[in-house]
C-alpha cells in the first residue's frame, strides 16, 4: 500500500484513482467529503479498500476535532497541507499499529451514519407529509368557498364566495331603504 496522495484541489478537475476531499478553511477544516468544494485538499488513494481507511480516518479525527491544534488564522481559519498531511500520518501509523480496534471503529461509524441518513430521511418524509397536509387543508377550505378571514375590528358573515361585513350591509340596507329623488 502507497502512501497517500494529497494536494490542493483545482475547481473543474476529475480524477480517476479512488479519492475524497478534505475541507480546508474554516472551523470544520480537516472534514472529509464525498464531493469537492472551493475550498478542499483531494486526498487519492490507490484503491477503493485505502480510500475507506483514510477516508474514515479523517472522519474520525475531524469528529475528535484533532485538526484545532493546527488551526491557522485569526479571521479566516484554515489548515495548511503540510500540517494535515502531518496529522494524517501520524493518525495512520497508529491506526494501523491498533489495527482491530481500528475496524471496529469504523464499523461503528458507518452504522450511524447509515442510521443518520435513515433519520434525516424520515424528517424530509415528515416535512413532505406536513406540506401535503396544509395544502390539502388549505385546499379544501378555498373549494368549499369559505373565506376565513379573522379580525377582531368587524363580525364577518360569509355568503357564497364574498364576505360582506357589518357595515357594508348597513350601508346597503340604508340605500334600498331611501325612496329614490327620480
Known amino acids: 500500500m502507497q502512501r497517500l496522495q494529497i494536494s490542493t484541489h483545482s475547481a473543474g478537475k476529475t480524477y480517476r484513482q479512488p479519492h475524497f476531499f478534505s475541507l480546508n478553511k474554516g472551523v470544520n477544516s480537516g472534514k472529509p467529503l464525498k464531493q469537492s468544494c472551493p475550498n478542499c ?18 472522519y ?9 491544534p493546527i488551526h491557522k488564522g485569526s479571521v479566516i481559519i484554515f489548515v495548511t497541507l503540510k500540517d494535515l ?14 489495527g482491530l480496534m481500528f475496524e471496529q471503529s469504523i ?6 451514519e447509515q442510521l443518520e441518513n435513515l433519520y434525516l430521511n424520515n424528517l ?13 387543508y388549505n385546499k379544501a377550505v378555498i ?30 340596507a340604508s340605500q334600498t331603504a331611501r325612496p329614490s329623488a327620480f
Open 41 to 58: 485538499f483531494v486526498l487519492l488513494a490507490d484503491d477503493e479498500k485505502q480510500m475507506d481507511f483514510y477516508y474514515w480516518l479523517c
Open 60 to 68: 474520525g479525527l475531524w469528529r475528535a476535532k484533532s485538526f484545532h
Open 85 to 98: 498531511k502531518s496529522i494524517i500520518y501520524e493518525a495512520s501509523v497508529n491506526a494501523k499499529e491498533d
Open 107 to 112: 464499523a461503528k461509524l458507518k452504522k450511524l
Open 124 to 136: 424530509k418524509l415528515i416535512n413532505e407529509a406536513k406540506r401535503i397536509v396544509s395544502y390539502r
Open 143 to 172: 373549494n368549499k368557498g369559505l373565506n376565513v378571514l379573522i379580525s377582531t375590528s368587524f363580525p364577518i358573515l360569509v355568503i357564497g364566495k364574498a364576505p360582506i361585513c357589518n357595515f357594508e350591509r348597513k350601508r346597503k
